[in-house]
């Protein structure tokens, strides 16, 4: 079993001291395991929450409504959004491997989504909204544009330039080895949507090998298929030295940690966006959001979790949200932990978009104590897969949902891709903002 609760500290100096302390864990987890195949056998029990019977239905979930936020906390939360003193963080390292269609950034619905891969994803072969009827544009393209629309249309309710309001932001782009060129040539090729070159920030997120076992004794075995160690190895490689960069001028300028953690000092917020989620594509800033994290961050929160509930036709695994006694407080819990737990049975998800009140003090506790490592085995090799939600282990956690419960939207699979194809066709219909976007990218799209 596996505890989110206490996790093993990890030695994040460098990669080769990260994949030493995977060497440690498995040699003290896995002690006495004569096969791969045993392991793989095992998983569930391995990655099995401990306190699994004795979990419950979670309490004091807080509902952002017109009772819990006043007006003066949402014109806060606008004024910090419009200041640049929120972080945000868009993970778009993912590989969309239940779509097959490679790097979630550059997923072209006009050029990727053919007759065939259509039929493939829906079964059927003909749909509400035809790819080849869209514009030419990235999943990634399309994200980073609602944001600089959503911030510009914020900007003129403020009766602020909408082009200084660009340049106030911060983003940090989580991106992989597979896409980082393309997706830095994005970027140049859209001058950076209007954003400040200087402000935004990437990562690479690193693919490792698998490790095997050879005669009882476990090897880093080169030959193996590089994978991501999930989203919590890419919380905890933004702490590593050095792996925070921007392009000035198409070169990289790398910011040391100490650097990058002052940086962290100045914001209130860090949003982690999840690029698949359809809604953002509608609307991509979240005043009620915002301003519940901010409002929780000063009452001590450090990390504020939205909940939704799950889709009942067409159930995913994710995040579930449960009530530990034994800790005496709501945990999410990854679905992979939850021991057989149908995912029809998971009744709260959570959204993937968390929110860092002083995420400085985050990141800083990542640093120290790292995450808790599942293991997952895949074509006869070990790999781990940490949890960025299990973070909420380590920090004071606040959950929060809205008063309108709605099933989660996100491009995950085959069965969400006819909703996604909406949502683009939606933002592209949306009055002037194909003409806006063409005169900020300066780009024919």
């Known amino acids: 079993m596996l505890d989110p609760s206490q996790p093993t500290p990890f030695d994040l100096s460098d990669f080769t001291s990260y994949i030493g302390s995977c060497f440690d864990l498995v040699k003290t987890r896995l002690a006495g395991y004569k096969s791969m195949a045993k392991v793989a056998a095992d998983l ?133 080895e597979s896409s980082v060129t393309a997706v830095e040539m994005d970027f140049l090729e859209a001058g950076f949507y209007g954003f400040d070159p200087a402000k935004v920030l990437f990562m690479v997120q690193k693919s490792f090998h698998g490790l095997d076992l050879r005669k009882g004794q476990w090897v880093y075995d080169l030959a193996s298929e590089p994978r991501l160690h999930n989203h919590g190895q890419m919380l905890m490689q933004s702490t590593m030295e050095g792996q925070i960069y921007r392009l000035d001028r198409g070169n990289k300028q790398r910011l040391t940690w100490l650097a990058f953690e002052q940086l962290l000092q100045g914001f209130l917020d860090k949003i982690s966006f999840n690029i698949e989620d359809l809604g953002y594509l509608s609307q991509s800033l979240d005043l009620p959001g915002l301003a519940a994290a901010l409002k929780l961050g000063e009452a001590g929160a450090r990390m504020v979790m939205e909940v939704v509930t799950n889709d009942p036709g067409h159930p995913q695994k994710g995040g579930a949200l449960f009530w530990d006694p034994e800790l005496e407080r709501n945990v999410m819990i990854e679905s992979f932990q939850l021991q057989g737990v149908a995912e029809a049975d998971i009744a709260y998800l959570n959204k993937n978009i968390n929110h860092y009140p002083r995420p400085a003090e985050a990141l800083n506790t990542v640093r120290e104590r790292g995450l808790s490592m599942p293991l997952k085995v895949s074509k006869h090799r070990l790999y781990f897969q940490p949890v960025q939600g299990d973070l909420n282990f380590l920090l004071p956690t606040a959950f929060v949902r809205r008063k309108e419960l709605r099933p989660i939207q996100a491009w995950k699979s085959g069965a969400n891709t006819i909703a996604a194809l909406e949502a683009m066709a939606q933002q592209e219909n949306r009055k002037g903002f194909l003409a806006w976007a063409a005169d900020l990218t300066g780009l024919k799209l």
């Open 44 to 176: 569930e029990q391995l990655n099995a929450y401990p306190r699994l019977e004795q979990l419950q239905g979670p309490t004091d979930i807080q509902v952002l409504d017109n009772k819990s936020l006043s007006k003066r906390d949402l014109s806060r939360a606008a004024q910090a959004l419009a200041s640049g003193k929120v972080l945000l963080e868009h993970t778009c390292a993912g590989e969309a491997t239940r779509l097959g269609l490679g790097a979630k950034y550059l997923i072209n619905p006009r050029l990727d989504l053919t007759k065939g891969v259509m039929l493939r994803l829906t079964g059927r072969s003909s749909w509400p909204v035809n790819p080849r009827g869209l514009r030419s544009m990235s999943l990634g393209r399309r994200h980073m544009l609602q944001l600089a629309w959503d911030l510009s249309q914020l900007a003129r309710k403020l009766k602020k330039d909408p082009a200084r309001v660009l340049g106030n932001q911060h983003l940090l782009v989580i991106i992989n």
